[in-house]
Every structure is written in C-alpha cells, then in structure tokens.
Nanobody, 122 residues
Framework: QVQLVESGGGLVQAGGSLRLSCAAS????????MGWFRQAPGKEREFVAA????????RYADSVKGRFTISRDNAKNTVYLRMNSLKPEDTAVYYC???????????????WGQGTQVTVSS
C-alpha cells in the first residue's frame, strides 16, 4: 500500500503560480511512477503530467505543456507540480497517483490521493 497526501492548492489570480506537493508513505515510493490528474466540476478526470520513478522521463498534457513542471524528490518521498501562468480553465481538484507505468490513463495507476483544490480567478 502507498498512501498519498496532496497539499499546496488554493486560490490564485490568473497568471499566478502554485506548487502542489504529494507526500507518499508506505511501500517504497521510489519504485513507482507518479502522475497528476485533475477534475473540474461536471467534467471527467484528465491527465496533467507524469514522471518515471527515476525522474528521467516526464509527460505532459498539451494544455499544460510549457506552463507546468512535474518533479520528484525520492529522498523526501514527494512529487511536485509547479504550475505557472495559471488560467481560469486550470481550476479543478488535482490528484496525484502512483503506478507501475507512466501513463496518460487513470486506470493504470494503483494508488490515489484525496485531492487538493486549485481555483484560478480571472
């Protein structure tokens, strides 16, 4: 089992920045690839970014490429999502997830956090 706890969400104006953190406990964090997903009200959950266990490979949704950066610190059992140039359409609950593949699909992740709300005002 891996327990994941997100933090760092909040209210920010358009153009602003936030850094989300996802702290892991339980089984070896460094063994897992990690992903960030988001879900806006009335919409399906969507992929945001993912990173391999080593941090050597990252993937991003087209909608966030160039604005968001995923990173991880295996010594701290934490994965981060740095979000710059935020837009109102980035408003959503953001979830981190752990799995054995670096995937765009939520079904490929085994463990999920409870989510953190990000609200971007115009």
């Amino acid at each position: 089992q891996v327990q994941l706890v997100e933090s760092g969400g909040g209210l920010v104006q358009a153009g602003g920045s936030l850094r989300l953190s996802c702290a892991a406990s339980g089984r070896a964090f460094a063994n897992y690839n990690m992903g960030w997903f988001r879900q806006a009200p009335g919409k399906e959950r969507e992929f945001v970014a993912a990173i391999t266990w080593s941090g050597g490979t990252t993937r991003y949704a087209d909608s966030v490429k160039g604005r968001f950066t995923i990173s991880r610190d295996n010594a701290k059992n934490t994965v981060y999502l740095r979000m710059n140039s935020l837009k109102p359409e980035d408003t959503a609950v953001y979830y981190c997830a752990a799995g054995n593949s670096i995937s765009y699909y939520g079904r490929d992740y085994d463990y999920w956090g409870q989510g953190t709300q990000v609200t971007v005002s115009s």
